[in-house]
């Protein structure tokens, strides 16, 4: 019951049916799963990933003292968070260490070529 005395619509709130992106959000991902796993799919992609330079710094473009340190200190960690789980045969953390590597390497290779 309207206690108002004016008549509700339905459709003053809801988008127009024939838009179907009405608010213009992104409607596709940069970096969907599918995107990484196809960049990946090249085997030298794969391998540098994995390799010394597959490493995503905090501040890929560092220039002062505290951003180079900073760089430093993260590939350190995981440097160390790697040896420790190969040490503890801690495959899980492992699996994480080298997804997250690959996935950053990954999203990089995406952002050079676009």
């Known amino acids: 019951m309207n206690h108002f005395g004016y008549q509700d619509n339905p459709n003053r709130v809801d ?3 024939d838009v179907s992106n009405p608010y213009g959000t992104e409607t596709e991902d940069k970096y969907s799963h599918e995107k990484l796993c196809d ?3 090249d085997s030298l992609i794969l391998w540098e990933g994995m390799s ?3 490493f ?3 501040h890929p ?5 505290f951003m180079i340190r900073q760089n ?3 590939r350190e960690e995981v440097e160390e968070s790697l040896k420790y789980a190969f040490a503890s045969q801690d495959f899980e953390s492992i699996g994480h260490i080298v997804y997250n590597q690959l996935q ?3 999203k990089r290779v995406i952002d050079q070529g676009s």
């Open 15 to 17: 988008p127009p049916k």
């Open 39 to 41: 960049e990946l799919s």
């Open 52 to 54: 010394y330079d597959g």
């Open 56 to 58: 995503t710094e905090p």
């Open 61 to 65: 473009l560092a220039t002062g003292f």
């Open 72 to 74: 430093a200190i993260a």
């Open 104 to 106: 950053g390497y990954a």
